[in-house]
């Protein structure tokens, strides 16, 4: 009986000692580096930097796509010119068209002053299209002005017939030679 009680008394010992010790073992396995900082002072600090640096990569990434966007979107304002008749400063329906376009960016990017340039083709005097490629600029300021753009945020200037964008001496070039454009100052 001695020897069945003494038996009985290490099992009351042994099995709760394990119970407790599996217990604790399943704690450290659900926390996943509480382990490791008690013994080296890592872990989840190493962790919580790499998320730190993951979230740092994340915001340049988003930052950089962004001076992306922005870059292209002044390209296009820029690149989209609009285009006159022949000795004409009316806007046509494809101009009008583009300066709503224009209008749109321009005021939702209110920071952007720009320089509208007019151009015209070679042929009349030098005066003569100077005083044209003027009309034209102050037309297509006007109609921004008139779609809610600030008049102080756009200059203009006329170029005549010194800055073609095309050197032939044909309607086709002419045609081209005929307009105005925007520079994002």
Request: proline share 3%; net charge negative; glycine share 8%.
């Amino acid at each position: 009986m001695t020897k069945r009680f003494w038996s009985g008394l290490a099992l009351l010992v042994v099995v709760p000692g394990f119970l407790l010790t599996a217990s604790c073992a399943k704690k450290i396995k659900s926390e996943p580096g509480a382990g490791l900082e008690q013994a080296g002072g890592k872990g989840a600090g190493e962790r919580g930097m790499s998320l730190e640096e993951q979230r740092l990569q994340e915001e340049r990434l988003r930052e950089e796509a962004k001076a992306r966007r922005e870059s292209t979107e002044k390209e296009e304002f820029e690149n989209e010119h609009i285009y006159f008749e022949f000795d004409k400063s009316t806007l046509l329906p494809e101009s009008i068209a583009v300066l709503k376009k224009k209008a749109k960016w321009l005021s939702a990017n209110s920071q952007i002053s720009i320089a509208i340039e007019g151009h015209c083709d070679e042929r009349g005097t030098n005066e003569y299209n100077i005083a044209l490629g003027d009309r034209r600029a102050q037309a297509a300021k006007g109609y921004l002005v008139d779609l809610g753009v600030e008049a102080r945020r756009m200059t203009t200037v006329s170029y005549g017939e010194e800055r073609p964008a095309d050197p032939g001496h044909n309607e086709a070039a002419w045609a081209k030679n005929r307009r105005d454009e925007f520079i994002i100052e």
